[in-house]
């Protein structure tokens, strides 16, 4: 069972997961280097658990002791127990969940063998805006979505902000890099996906019009909030597709914009 260890030093070295949380470019860098992501929430941990990753350790309130008692139980990890005021200085924030855990993570899988055994796929163009990378994984697990694949600037679907907006849903989907952009589409196509790039480009074909989801294998391109696919993905894509606008709006935010595709590829039954 973990054990629980109380803190009363912010500078303690067994704090060392927590420290910085606000730091986005240091914890991009040092997370990922290290081997770990932060979970936040009791909903989040548990969902990390049930999906296979090893906890490193817990850092909670006191009043978060009990509720979180059967987890405490069975991680073999140390849980240290902190002031709220403590638990701000340490991470930069204030904790209101209460309840953070360092997790280990997980080696990703190459996309070659992603693909193989997936016929719904998603391919994500430096969206690196981490609350936009979690809402796409969420609609990605709700309606249906196999898997992600990232080009190599995405956003970490690991980091904190994504995690949180997931709902722990970047746990459920799949996902791995592709190591070049955007050669690596090539992997995809090799796979036999056809690739529909999302685009409000007026010469790309309504969705309902190319009847994705009638499709045997099929790869969904999205790009970055505002700047969209680039030339060289659209260039590398078998189809530019869109979703038909109203009342002179001309795009959707990329993770509204992806829940409607999803939709579309999916016809709206999720495979589990």
């Known amino acids: 069972m973990g054990e629980l260890v109380t803190v009363e030093d912010p500078d303690d070295p067994r704090l060392h997961d927590y420290t910085g949380l606000t730091d986005v470019e240091l914890r991009r860098r040092r997370e990922p280097a290290e081997g770990l992501f932060i979970a936040e929430g009791e909903k989040v941990i548990r969902r990390a658990g049930e999906a296979g990753y090893a906890m490193r350790s817990m850092l909670l309130s006191a009043k978060w002791v009990d509720p979180m008692r059967d987890i405490i139980d069975e991680a ?46 998603v391919v994500m163009e430096s969206v690196n805006d981490h609350t936009n990378t979690g809402a796409i994984f969420r609609s990605a697990a709700a309606l249906g979505m196999d898997a992600v694949l990232l080009s190599p600037d995405c956003a970490d679907p690991l980091y904190r902000r994504s995690v949180k907006v997931s709902m722990g849903s970047v746990f459920s989907v799949p996902y791995a890099r592709l190591d070049t952009w955007p ?49 060289r993905a659209l260039a590398g894509s078998d189809v530019w597709v869109r979703i038909p606008m109203s009342h002179g709006v001309d795009s959707l935010n990329v993770g509204a914009a992806a829940a409607v595709a999803f939709y579309a590829v999916t016809a709206g039954r999720p495979s589990a």
């Open 76 to 121: 073999p990890a140390p849980v240290y127990v902190v002031d709220p005021v403590l638990a701000e200085r340490v991470t930069g924030y204030h904790v209101h969940r209460g309840a953070l855990a360092s997790m280990a993570r997980k080696p990703l899988p190459t996309a070659a063998g992603l693909l193989a055994g997936a016929r719904r796929v």
């Open 183 to 231: 050669t690596g589409l090539a992997t995809v196509r090799e796979a036999g996906f056809t690739l529909l790039a999302l685009t409000p480009d007026e010469r790309a074909e309504p969705l309902d019009a190319v009847a994705p989801h009638r499709m045997d294998r099929v790869a969904l391109m999205l790009g970055a909030e505002g700047n969209g696919l680039t030339r």
